[in-house]
């Protein structure tokens, strides 16, 4: 009976705002048809599946290519693949209550769950020195932990993905669950997990690499900044307009003088933002300074093309590597 009303809800939908693609991976090659379903809601979780298990499992992501994850917002059609899987990957944190809501409405308890924050060790959100939020009382202190300048209790920062570390201790969970789901691929499973670390862990020493080798540690972003675990783990300092978690688009003037005049100070070569960005703050830093202008992608999505090109977490991240090289340099 909830399938059939879930179902009705979706035609209405349909009838009256048309239909959101479906990202969907499809076996190509396989004579069988995957018995395992799994949903991730963004783009990590999907490739971090799509390498450990192939076309072994139907797998599905919810946000579609080029859409904005901040500004997801779950469709009908989203509640039947939701229903339908046998696992469903989401981050956690204050920007996937919505799962929560979703999750609750269908009473299932042969689904199994895994949120990104439950993985690993995630940290809470910060307002540094410069950021949007931060000039009326920070009073030139660099950091204020738990609290935004309203006193709003900070969230955690949801973007674990971000460090090659993390996305290691991620694909061993992971990699855990999926073999437990489906045992009789659980010898695939494992070695498609093993290689695939072997490239994560050169990932790793490649950042910390660079970092070490680098004739500066600060980058700046005219943007959000969703690199807060990168920054820790390899010892960067940022300055950034806003939190990598913030809806905010338009800084203040303090915001970009500030950032401006660490650029001048420190003659730092670059200027950063991120994927799907209007670019209008780092282009504004950008003018001021001299500094060139550059991509870091925090891979909450893909665009259509690269979706269709099959870009994976690695080639997004050793671009990374690439443009953080430069701008350490």
């Given amino acids: 009976m909830k399938r059939i009303i879930l179902v009705s809800l979706f ?32 783009f990590p979780q999907f490739d971090f599946v799509r390498q450990i298990a ?20 779950p469709a009908p059609r989203d509640m039947i693949t939701i229903n339908d899987a046998d696992l469903l990957i989401y981050t956690g944190g204050h920007g996937d209550i919505w799962v929560e809501r979703i999750l609750g409405s269908l009473e299932r308890d042969d689904m199994r769950i895994a949120a990104l924050l439950d993985l690993v060790e995630p940290v809470m959100g910060e307002l540094i020195e410069g950021m949007e939020g931060s000039h009326d009382h920070d009073h030139g202190h660099a950091h204020h932990h738990g609290h935004d300048h309203h006193g709003h209790k900070l969230h955690y920062d949801e973007h674990v993905w971000t460090c090659p570390k993390n996305a290691i201790i991620i694909v061993k969970a992971l990699t855990d669950i999926l073999v437990e789901l489906d045992p009789e691929n659980a010898e695939l499973f494992r070695e498609n997990a093993a290689a695939y670390i072997t490239e994560l862990e050169a990932l790793d020493r490649a950042f910390a690499d660079v970092v070490s080798g680098g004739a500066r540690n600060t980058v700046i972003f005219g943007d959000r900044f969703p690199f807060r675990y990168l920054a820790d783990t390899y010892g960067l300092t940022y300055f950034a307009a806003f939190t990598g978690c913030s809806a905010e688009t338009q800084a203040s003037p303090a915001t970009i003088a500030f950032l401006i005049q660490k650029i001048q100070n420190e003659n730092i070569p670059v200027v950063f933002h991120i994927e799907f960005s209007n670019r209008l703050i780092a282009n504004t830093i950008a ?9 870091m992608h ?12 099959g870009v994976t977490y690695l080639d997004l991240m050793r671009r990374n590597v690439e443009t953080l090289k430069e701008a350490l340099n």
């Fill in 298 to 309: 925090s891979l909450h999505n893909v665009s259509h093309a690269d979706f269709t090109a």
């Fill in 54 to 73: 192939g076309d072994r499992v139907e797998l599905h992501m919810l946000l579609s290519p080029g859409a904005e994850s901040h500004a997801f917002e």
């Fill in 11 to 42: 035609a209405v939908f349909l009838l009256l705002t048309g239909c959101r693609p479906e990202t969907v991976y499809a076996p190509t090659e396989a004579e069988d048809t995957p018995s395992l379903r799994v949903v991730a809601t963004i």
């Fill in 287 to 295: 003018e001021a300074t001299g500094a060139r202008l550059l991509e």
